[in-house]
């Protein structure tokens, strides 16, 4: 399974990666599942390590944090 989704996910590309549930999944709820969620990208994924990854939440938050 692929980043906690279905197993059932169909690979439409690898580059850019793009992959859906199959469509009866959808039909069958009013709200999407985070499992069933599609994978959409438009270009390719960074090659960085997860250990220089840093994300910044800052502006107009309560509490902003990296």
Known sequence: MMWGKRPDFIVREQVPFNAEPPGEVLAGRAITARDTFYCRNHG???????????????????????
């Open 44 to 66: 390719t994924f960074p090659d960085i390590s997860p250990q220089h990854w840093r994300a910044t939440v800052g502006g107009m938050v309560d509490m902003p944090f990296t």
